[in-house]
């Protein structure tokens, strides 16, 4: 599973990347269809993905997730990233938070990954953690 995590950093960068233009064109208050034109080259991203292709994002993002520590501050957006020490080896962190996953379908896991609204923070951490 590690090793098709490693195959497809650059489909997980590429996402994120779209996030990034999609951020910036709601900003800059850009035409709708400017924004809507690059939530469809996402969801195409994304849905043109396998079953397994899907299950290593789904994973990866959970690691992000998971294996940092988020302090919330109320009245408050902001949320500071606690860096936790990673204890597991890649192997391990991408079995034991694929553990569930293996259970969802494919449409189930775009979903997940499509109408989620901190893909790039969760796919930034994780990939950062296991060194993609």
Excluded: W
């Excluded at 990347?17 to 269809?33: G, M």
């Excluded at 192997?91 to 893909?119: F, G």
């Amino acid at each position: 599973m590690y090793s098709l995590a490693i195959q497809l950093a650059g489909t997980m960068k590429a996402i994120m990347q779209i996030e990034t233009e999609i951020a910036e064109a709601k900003i800059d208050q850009q035409a709708e269809e400017v924004v809507r034109d690059l939530e469809q080259k996402r969801t195409d991203l994304i849905r043109v993905c396998t079953r397994d292709e899907l299950l290593v994002i789904k994973t990866v993002m959970k690691v992000g997730q998971s294996e940092r520590g988020y302090r919330h501050y109320f009245n408050s957006n902001d949320v500071e990233i606690i860096y936790l020490p990673v204890e597991l080896n890649e192997h391990e962190l991408m079995k034991k938070y694929s553990y569930y996953l293996i259970h969802k379908t494919e449409r189930e896991l775009a979903d997940s990954i499509e109408y989620y609204t901190a893909v790039s923070e969760q796919l930034r951490e994780g990939m950062e953690i296991l060194k993609l």
